[in-house]
RNA sequence: GCCGAAGUGGCGGAAUUGGUAGACGCCCAGGACUUAAAAUCCUGUGUUCAGCAAUGAACGUGCGGGUUCGAUUCCCGCCUUCGGCACCA
């Protein structure tokens, strides 16, 4: 019989699903395995290699562990909501509901086309009914919390379109010649910086690549300080005021020479003296249309203005000039700063722009009014008062003397500030899940009195335009008969802002413990049942935003009780991206796009899993090559020979000749086996496929090699291969004598007895330079080694008139003589 | 600029508690089978030099140093590529 991969694969495809293979079993006896992909957005444009690949990976894992025996939650689902949906929707009208029902169904053709094992009575759709009630229901949670608020926040606002666009847009329409401005809004935001510190340091137990918790803890971005409270100079034309900033370096304190604001700094209007107010008016005017795109672009030239009030350096008694000036954000720290030139970059560029003094505070090499001096080794000088002296102590000591005096003071206080910002969770767009809160009226008619809805879920109407309104307001503001309304409590306006997309990747992992469950987001036994996602595989593109909110909402949710563990993710993989052939990022405007629909078309579901692994180690990023598959395919050829030997023989096509004997295995082939055993086993467990393949294509090397049929080393073989090529592995099993599916058949073990050899080749260097090896019996004798190896002929002429001066032996690998003349 | 990862044959990659560099696969060449082709099977295949040849020697893991009997692996200094962050005080 010929090997027909479309025969076979639908056959086994369909087989799988009359029997309910993959159906999760959940047994307590068992060890439990939950891994899960990072589901997808269904696009348009289908599944792409990327895809192929780290689904695939956790396919293989999925299919490894049942073979080891555990009971394996391995899921599917669609991250629905998005933008793309809706700007199709804007452009023709059709319903983003349409739209994303019809990828789905392609995407799902494609992932069974792939033999995939996902449980899909477990399938979720971020934006199904039941999804939505449970995705507000944990809104509302967050909001009992105090988690959830309003607060004024900048977006990007296109001033010709009246819309406030994602930052991902803001680039496309400035290309388009529009204008975008940073304009505040109302909006709802998450409280996730109240978990910065817990987010920080529980990353320590997880079992992530370290190259994304780095990110993760710069994303988070500590940094120890201490706040310091300068006084403003009493002015008969200012108003007594403090202010306050945040310092990592109160140790340079006394080489603070000015002070800068942020321009929307609240205090900045009462320090501004009458000669200075219209320049900093029209600083500040400035400041506010630049968006933060442009700020960032322009920080080649610091700009700035002086507002005329002075400070009182605590340290000093000094005066110091304040100064407004956007490289000061108002977003971090408490939005001013105390400004030290000659020991910060920023700083000092400013100060030697605007002439201002340049102190020196350490010990620096050379003068800093020409360069500036950035140190934390350097021994503080010029810094004491009457009460404290700082000079000759280095940053530690430094700091803990200063914060101590400060605080004694009173006008300091250690302090702690993250990079981390509150989590803007409002969009103003259709298609995400409505927030479900509602204005009721106040004595005056006005919609001011906030509550939450009670009856969840709260749908989204059908609109006729999915533009957004006109005012900032999302399309549902325009639909009256949803808006407004009246219930027991009173006449309501319902919030109009929707979702962000993330909203629903925050928690799907737990549903799928429990995906139909009517009464509960998951109940309390499955949700413990599964515990914590064992093995988590997607882009590192996730690395941040998406692992950190889920992490957040996790953490909120195991604070109220309702989820066991306080992470989701114990094990986290980055598959590396796969690149065009031409190397280059894959995409349509290029034209390198391998689409997997093709694949699947000229090589079938075992090739595709195959190569896609074959590649290269998973978390490469790795170009695609074609012609490189043509291997595997072979590979899988001679895989199927093992079984129909008549092929090879060029008899006719019967099923008669299978090939299986109860012949024994010669003692070389079953090393070989056990070999391999060990070595697939390994593989999978440490997600080297790239190796576990090449091993098993040197074992079928050596059995064709041989010309080897034997019953267990193919049996073994098949199971092993199994996981990778499930298809051709079914119906090779099948056709060797077995009734039931391969997925139930035991990983096969290995003897570690058999895995060793006894013979081994040594080599023989002479001073390092390798010369010749030999044979010789496991655990040879040193002295042996040695005598052995000065016989070999290879050998013997460089050792020809020299003196030997030293013998180095690595047992069972390497002797080593030096020698001398 | 800062943080992180990585540089190995014509190509994808393998091998690191320091011990025969190039597993496996692609490409290519030669052979077997075939009327022929495809498929399949077998052999060879890092570079350079010498030789009719078997073979031998030198060089070789981004570059330059170092430690060591021995370095792809460890240390120091660079270069390049990719990813992330980017005035965070």
């Keep these: 019989m010929k090997y027909s991969y479309t025969d076979i694969e639908q056959k086994w495809q369909a087989y799988w699903q009359q029997h309910d293979t993959f159906t999760t079993i959940e047994d307590s006896a068992k060890p439990k395995y939950y891994v899960l ?38 899921p599917m689902g669609w991250d629905a909501f998005g933008l793309p949906a809706e700007q199709y929707a804007i452009k023709t009208g059709t319903h983003p509901r349409i739209t994303t029902e019809q990828n789905v169904q392609s995407f799902k053709q494609s992932l069974q086309r792939l033999g995939l094992t996902y449980d899909w009575s477990r399938e979720i759709n971020t934006t199904d009914p039941d999804y939505v009630k449970w995705t507000q229901w944990i809104f509302l949670k967050l909001y009992e919390q105090g988690l959830a608020y309003v607060a004024e926040v900048p977006v990007n606002w296109c001033v010709e379109q ?94 603070a020479t000015y002070m800068v604001l942020s321009p929307e700094h609240p205090l900045v209007a009462s320090i501004t003296t009458d000669t200075q107010r219209a320049a900093v008016d029209a600083y500040r005017a400035e400041s506010a249309k630049k968006s933060d795109l442009e700020r960032a672009e322009l920080q080649k030239e610091k700009t700035g203005v002086f507002t005329g009030g002075y400070a009182i350096n605590p340290a000093t008694r000094q005066p110091i000039p304040i100064w407004i000036a956007d490289y000061v954000l108002m977003s971090y720290g408490t939005g001013a700063i ?31 009014q020409e360069q500036v001096f950035v140190n934390k080794d350097a021994p503080c000088v010029n810094s004491a008062n009457a009460d404290v002296s700082l000079n000759g102590l280095t940053f530690k000591d430094a700091f803990e003397k200063i914060v101590a005096w400060l605080e004694a003071k009173g006008v300091g206080q250690r302090k702690v500030n993250y990079k981390l910002r509150d989590w803007v969770f409002s969009r103003q767009r259709y298609w995400g899940e409505p927030i479900p809160m509602k204005y009721y009226q106040d004595a005056q008619g006005n919609y001011t009195i906030l509550k939450p809805e009670t009856t969840l879920p709260l749908l989204l109407p059908d609109v006729e335009k999915y533009e957004p309104s006109g005012t900032g307001e999302s399309p549902l503001a325009n639909i009256d008969h949803w808006l407004y309304g009246e219930d027991a409590q009173g006449k309501f306006r319902r919030e109009t802002n929707t979702m962000p997309q993330w909203a629903g990747s925050c928690w799907y992992y737990l549903r799928f413990k429990d995906a139909k469950n009517p009464n509960a987001f998951v109940s309390p036994e499955r949700e413990r049942y599964w515990g914590q996602v064992d093995l988590y595989i997607g882009g590192a593109e996730h690395a941040v935003l998406h692992l950190l909110y889920a992490r957040f909402w996790h953490k909120v949710l195991y604070d109220i009780g309702l989820v066991s563990h306080h992470e989701p993710f114990q094990k986290l993989f980055n598959q590396g991206m796969i690149l065009g052939e031409d190397g280059e990022k894959m995409s349509k405007s290029r034209g390198n796009v391998v689409s997997v629909d093709s694949l699947l078309e000229t090589y079938g579901a075992d090739v595709a899993r195959l190569y896609v692994l074959f590649l290269g180690p998973l978390e ?64 999978c467990q440490n997600l080297r496929f790239n190796t576990a393949i090449a091993a098993m294509m040197e074992f079928v090397n050596v059995l064709t090699k041989e010309n080897c049929h034997n019953r267990t080393a193919i049996e073994h073989l098949l199971v092993m291969l199994s996981p990778f090529a499930p298809h051709i ?79 180095i032996v690595v047992p069972n690998k390497l002797v080593n003589l030096v020698v001398k003349g």
């Design 338 to 368: 105390m400004a030290v030139p000659a020991h910060d970059e920023r700083d000092w560029e400013f100060a030697k722009k605007f002439n201002l003094p340049i102190v020196e505070v350490l010990q620096s090499p050379h003068d800093v």
């Design 162 to 255: 009246k819309t406030v666009l994602a930052n991902e847009e803001v680039d496309e329409y400035l290309e388009k010649g529009f204008t975008v401005v940073r304009k505040p809004l109302r909006q709802w935001v998450l409280k996730i910086t109240a978990y910065a510190e817990r987010l920080l340091h529980d990353l320590e137990t997880l079992d992530w690549g370290e190259n994304i918790k780095e990110m993760q803890r710069n994303w988070i971005g500590r940094s120890e300080g201490c706040n310091i409270t300068f006084e403003v100079q009493r002015n008969p034309l200012t108003t007594q005021a403090n202010i306050t900033v945040f310092t990592t370096r109160p140790d340079t304190l006394f080489g």
């Design 37 to 74: 992909d990072m589901f997808p957005y269904p696009s348009g444009s289908g599944l792409h290699v990327g895809h192929l690949e780290g689904y695939t990976a956790t396919d293989v894992v999925a299919r490894y562990k049942r073979h080891k025996g555990f009971c394996v939650l391995h």
């Design 729 to 807: 592995a079914e119906e090779l099993w099948q056709a060797i004598g077995h009734g039931d599916s391969i997925a139930n058949a035991p990983f096969p073990t290995f003897d570690a007895a058999l895995t060793k050899d006894e013979t081994v080749t040594i080599a023989v260097q002479v001073s390092g330079k390798l010369r010749g090896t030999f044979e010789a019996t496991v655990g040879m004798q040193n002295d042996d080694l040695i005598a052995r190896a000065k016989e070999v002929d290879s050998v013997v002429k460089f050792l020809d008139g020299k003196e030997i001066v030293k013998h």
């Design 620 to 683: 490469q990023v790795k170009p695609w090559n074609t012609k490189g598959i043509e291997g595997v395919s072979r590979f899988l050829g001679r895989v199927w020979r093992l079984v129909y030997t008549n092929l090879h023989d060029g008899k006719p096509d019967t099923d008669s000749t299978i090939g299986v004997t109860d012949e024994p295995m010669s003692a070389a082939i079953e090393k070989a086996m056990h070999k391999t055993i060990q070595k697939v086993d390994e593989d």
